[in-house]
């Protein structure tokens, strides 16, 4: 039986020469269910009299949300991981590397798409002015979209996950500076699990005193624990893999639990009740902690199941996750505004509402992973090529991040 990190980098036998190097497919295939289920959260057409088809496109819409909360968990388990990884390597962490690495990362894409959106802003709604196309959009430059407004309300994630970013190096260099890792490493699990309990009661508080058309679920320090969760399950991975063996000898069990742990609010929406909102989005992360780490060590716990991600669907599934990060960011311009300008104009047609809405989704599903991909390879790839030239990983194998 492998444990977490061996499983982690191991790749299905006939995918081993075709994967890509020092990627995971099982996350990666974590990260395509996620943001196929943000794709249904911002689906182009209602979902509403669509036949038979009516739960299944009002299901993907209900709990289409939780797609960003996965990758949250996605997030800090894999980001963290890279400084335990360099600290187990070498017993330093190179902060100031890190932060460069993100960068390369993060923000090349993203700049590309804020200037595409700056630029149609001033030309479609400001008359090419620079002020007010500056007032609408600065939050995102700034990063703090998620608690000022932003035209673009996706992009509240990525806030929610630079601002992790930036608290784990501001953390790792304090500590560095004052007294040092080890002992510090020794107490972050009891820090973990009180920055979750906070933030739950906090929003717990939240939806007391504000109500839920007030409180602001995009906040930080209200959303930012379930990278907290994926922070210990890495830490856990890294430092006491013997503490992860016996659960992870049971991965078919560990992911009907965290189904069954996250299925309540998924179902309902964490906006339901104030206690959904803060125990609920716990049960959530918590959940998604306990299907990642089910689905890590999957394909080592039967022969059946190494097959299975060895498939072409598996392998396709990977491909969508491995280009997540451009699908998302562009997904709002490039496919959801230009179908759903063009819906209207099918209302004459004499397709049923079911069908339009299967071949509109299906539309929009492809061409968001193809334009996706298509910018991946135009900037997200030589921006990473271009860092790990200049800036290679001091971890000791290539990180799948």
Not at 42 to 55: E, K, N, Q, S
Not at 64 to 92: K, M, N, P, Q, T
Request: with cysteine; charged share 10%.
């Amino acid at each position: 039986m492998l444990t977490a990190p061996e499983t982690a980098n191991r790749r299905p036998p006939t995918l081993a020469r075709t994967w890509h190097p020092g990627r995971s497919l099982p996350l990666d295939m974590l990260r395509g269910f996620a943001i196929l289920l943000v794709l249904g959260r911002h689906g182009v057409m209602a979902t509403t009299d669509l036949g038979a088809l009516t739960p299944f496109a009002n299901a993907w819409k209900t709990i289409g949300w939780a797609g960003v909360d996965l990758f949250f968990v996605l997030s800090g388990y894999l980001v963290s991981g890279l400084f335990f990884a360099e600290y187990r390597h070498s017993g330093h962490v190179n902060v100031r590397r890190f932060m460069i690495r993100r960068g390369f990362k993060i923000w090349p894409p993203y700049l590309v798409y804020l200037v595409i959106v700056a630029l149609w802003l001033g030309w479609r709604h400001h008359a090419g002015n620079p002020a007010a196309v500056w007032a609408e959009l600065w939050p995102n430059f700034l990063h703090v979209q998620n608690y000022f407004h932003t035209p673009r309300i996706h992009t509240w994630s990525l806030a929610v996950e630079e601002h992790f970013y930036l608290a784990l190096a501001l953390l790792f260099l304090m500590m560095l500076r004052v007294r040092g890792l080890a002992g510090f490493l020794r107490w972050l699990p009891v820090l973990i699990v009180g920055g979750v309990i906070t933030a739950a009661a906090l929003r717990h508080a939240d939806y007391l005193s504000l109500g839920r058309e007030q409180m602001n679920l995009y906040a930080t320090h209200l959303r930012w624990d379930g990278l907290l969760v994926g922070t210990l399950l890495a830490y856990s991975t890294h430092f006491y893999p013997a503490r992860l063996a016996p659960l992870s000898r049971h991965p078919l069990a560990l992911i009907l639990t965290g189904m069954l742990l996250a299925a309540p609010t998924l179902s309902l929406s964490p906006e339901a009740s104030p206690w959904l909102a803060s125990i609920g989005l716990v049960g959530v992360y918590v959940g998604f902690g306990l299907i990642l780490l089910g689905v890590l060590n999957l394909p080592s716990s039967h022969v059946r199941w190494e097959k299975l991600f060895a498939t072409r669907p598996a392998a396709q599934l990977g491909q969508v996750g491995f280009y997540s990060y451009s699908i998302y960011l562009w997904h709002i311009d490039l496919v959801q505004i230009p179908l759903q300008k063009l819906v209207p104009h099918l209302a004459g047609t004499p397709f049923s509402a079911g069908v339009l809405w299967a071949g509109i989704t299906t539309v929009y599903v492809v061409a968001a992973v193809v334009c996706g991909r298509w910018l991946a390879h135009l900037v997200e790839r030589p921006s990473l090529r271009l860092r790990d030239r200049l800036f290679p990983s001091l971890a000791p194998t290539p990180p799948a991040r």
